[in-house]
């Protein structure tokens, strides 16, 4: 009985670490994956005056030079204008920040730490430095046209910078998991 539970607990921890993603960035069988409308790329964030070359899909450990990485997985995303975007999340959204949010920003540019106006990348690989200055709760946005329609799609992602950003639910579950554990285990035990 014992071990059922562990590997319940188990898979749902694996449930967690592969499900659990905000915005427009997914962690995929190791990979991350950045949806830009009907486009995909591999996203990825170094830092590597602090971190050398950990990967980040998402949160970020410190506040110090950042390198975004955008491997185009469209052909014809390489034709097409991309733009990327850092602004401070000053939505009450938190980790559940949209497009829709964004737009109703009245000054988004008082709330951007980096831009990146739109360029086109031949080579299908997108890559960006910023220096984050400060800890804090951000959101990267990045555009991209369509190759013959005058369509642009967004993609939304929520990061933390220099923090660690746990969520509540993950915390909860986590106490509540010992508890059950511990009960299993000792009341096993006394009988």
């Not at 319940?8 to 990979?31: H, K, N, P, Q």
């Not at 830092?47 to 070359?53: A, L, N, V």
Request: net charge negative.
């Amino acid at each position: 009985m014992i071990k059922n539970i562990q590997l319940s607990i188990l898979f749902i921890f694996y449930s967690i670490s592969t499900c659990y993603a905000g915005g427009g960035v997914l962690l995929s069988e190791d990979s991350c994956i950045i949806t830009i409308g009907f486009y995909t790329a591999h996203f990825t964030a170094y830092q590597p005056k602090t971190s050398g070359d950990k990967q980040f899909c998402e949160d970020l450990d410190d506040a110090s030079e950042t390198v975004f990485v955008l491997d185009y997985l469209h052909k014809s995303l390489s034709e097409v204008a991309v733009d990327f975007r850092v602004i401070r999340n000053v939505t009450d959204k938190g980790e559940y920040v949209q497009i829709e949010d964004i737009k109703l920003i009245e000054d988004i540019d008082r709330h951007t730490v980096f831009y990146q106006p739109p360029i086109i990348k031949e080579n299908a690989s997108y890559m960006v430095t910023h220096v984050f200055n400060e800890p804090g709760n951000y959101v990267g946005i990045v555009t991209a046209g369509h190759p013959s329609k005058p369509t642009i799609y967004s993609s939304v992602f929520p990061f933390a910078v220099g923090s660690a950003n746990i969520p509540w639910a993950i915390i909860s579950f986590l106490f509540l998991s010992l508890v059950f554990g511990s009960y299993v285990y000792f009341g096993i035990r006394t009988k």
